[in-house]
């Protein structure tokens, strides 16, 4: 089993440090070196893997300065091997990576970026889903077409209710503000002051989770037929669905 620490980074990017009960750590989606550094050395944390979800800057910044340091190990995707700075291992959707007798199994979710990936860990009911699916929305299709997006949120929702959801961006008032422009309702409403008092104090609206997000997230509905004819889509495809709900947050 494994804890779970949020370390905040950059503006709005979310890193997580997770250690075992011989203080042994690995680290998911380092967007910067120093407040990783600053957490496992106030929790006295060996560093012993980075994890990484995708390839963008913002989630491998700190890779380099925290290999260097810890000499650990990189992990992320097949797909990226050319793409993230200093990785070792390369996985595949279906793969399983071991720490101890930690274990994750990798979904590969492309969309956001090709070869994406998602660490889901069965047992500490926990997975992180980087830029593809966040807390009532999902990430921009930068590589990937609607199809793959689509068919990426729907293997996550597969996952059991109780999944803790990690991802990787505090977007989650913005996100629900775009559900209540589209499809106002009394729950959003709720949910907007709740987060707007989180926020005002500081704390962070993560880790959502499986059920949640099945409840809330517009982006997992698209084959909901409610929705589609709320939105004046009847009848057309759940990936079509997805697209225009996609289109419409990208203007929003
Ligand atoms: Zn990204
Ligand atoms: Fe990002």
């Known amino acids: 089993m494994f804890k779970t620490l949020i370390v905040k980074c950059l503006s709005d990017n979310y890193t997580y440090v997770c250690y075992n009960e011989n203080n042994e750590a690995f680290v998911v989606d380092p967007s910067e070196a120093s407040p990783v550094i600053d957490c496992l050395e106030k929790n006295?944390?060996?560093?012993?893997?980075?994890?990484?979800?995708?390839?963008?800057?913002?989630?491998?910044?700190?890779?380099?300065?925290?290999k260097e340091k810890y000499k650990c190990s990189i992990v992320g995707s097949e797909k990226d091997k050319d793409r993230i700075p200093g990785i070792d291992i390369h996985l595949r959707e279906g793969d399983k990576w071991h720490f101890g007798d930690i274990?994750?199994?990798?979904?590969?979710?492309?969309?956001?970026?090709?070869?994406?990936?998602?660490?889901?860990f069965n047992r500490e009911k926990s997975v992180f889903t980087g830029d593809t699916l966040f807390s009532l929305g999902c990430g921009r299709l930068f590589e990937g077409t609607p199809k793959m997006m689509w068919e990426?949120?729907?293997?996550?929702?597969?996952?059991?209710?109780?999944?803790?959801?990690?991802?990787g961006h505090e977007y989650t008032l913005s996100n629900a503000k775009f559900i209540y422009s589209i499809?106002?309702?009394?729950?959003?409403?709720g949910k907007i002051n709740e987060l707007e008092n989180l926020y005002s104090k500081n704390l962070s609206s993560i880790p959502s989770t499986i059920q949640e997000e099945k409840k809330l997230n517009i982006f997992l509905q698209a084959d909901n037929n409610q929705i589609s004819e709320a939105l004046g889509l009847i009848e057309k495809s759940p990936e079509n669905v997805f697209t225009h709900i996609r289109n419409l947050k990208d203007n929003f």
Request: glycine share 6%; charged share 25%; net charge negative.
């Open 183 to 189: 499809l106002p309702s009394d729950e959003l409403k």
């Open 103 to 120: 274990e994750s199994e990798i979904f590969e979710i492309s969309g956001h970026t090709v070869g994406h990936i998602a660490f889901y």
């Open 152 to 167: 990426s949120l729907k293997k996550i929702r597969d996952l059991p209710d109780e999944t803790k959801i990690y991802c």
């Open 44 to 66: 006295n944390l060996k560093l012993k893997y980075i994890l990484n979800t995708h390839h963008h800057f913002d989630h491998v910044g700190g890779n380099y300065e925290l």
